[in-house]
């Protein structure tokens, strides 16, 4: 889903190469951290701080691989009919699949787009939920696009343990004391500094002071 190519128009901001799915042709996702945190701090010309910012971003491939979502034998049905060839048939379903949903007597339940969340992603995914035979799925089509408005992957059907889509060990959403309380449990995170417009990095910090 992450690597699916999801087309290019001169109009988004993707330039030559900066949708999420060109840039995740380069990732190693399983290599990568779940968490990145990155604390921002501007003095001014005394040496005051005059900004302080700490955030995290959570890797979606490893939000997704802790999620309460698994492929079933009907799923994986259902992602061997996904054809690139295929138009879109209903939001970002493609229409053999739309076909196969209608088959199975699928009722949906609700759609989400966490664009609209301001969560701490570093990718959005719409979210739709529905029901078939009595059991609860959902289907998910990450946005590889540049623009939040289009380049969406073709959806993918999951089967659900619970009624909503989550993740124990992370939340997509972080405030600034969960993160920090990341950082106070050995967490490395990457400090840039700006003193009169230059910025020095450090890349793996560990040293509290900053975050305190």
Known sequence: MLLENTGKHFLDSGGDSGRHWQRNQQRDFESEPPIIIEADIHHDAMGRITFSDVTATLSLYHWLLGANIEEDERCEEFQANINADDPFAEGYITSRCWDLLQSWGAIPKGSYYTYNDSDNLDQCFVHTYV?????????????????????????????????????????????????????????????TRYFDGAKHVIPQCTDLKYIN
């Open 131 to 191: 029901e078939i035979d009595g059991y609860d799925y959902v289907l998910i089509s990450v946005h590889g696009g540049a623009d939040a408005r289009g380049g969406f992957a073709a959806a993918r059907l999951f089967y659900l343990h619970e009624e909503l889509i989550y993740n124990e060990a992370w939340s997509r959403f972080m405030d600034e004391e969960e993160i920090t309380d990341h950082v106070r449990w050995g967490e490395p995170y990457r400090l």
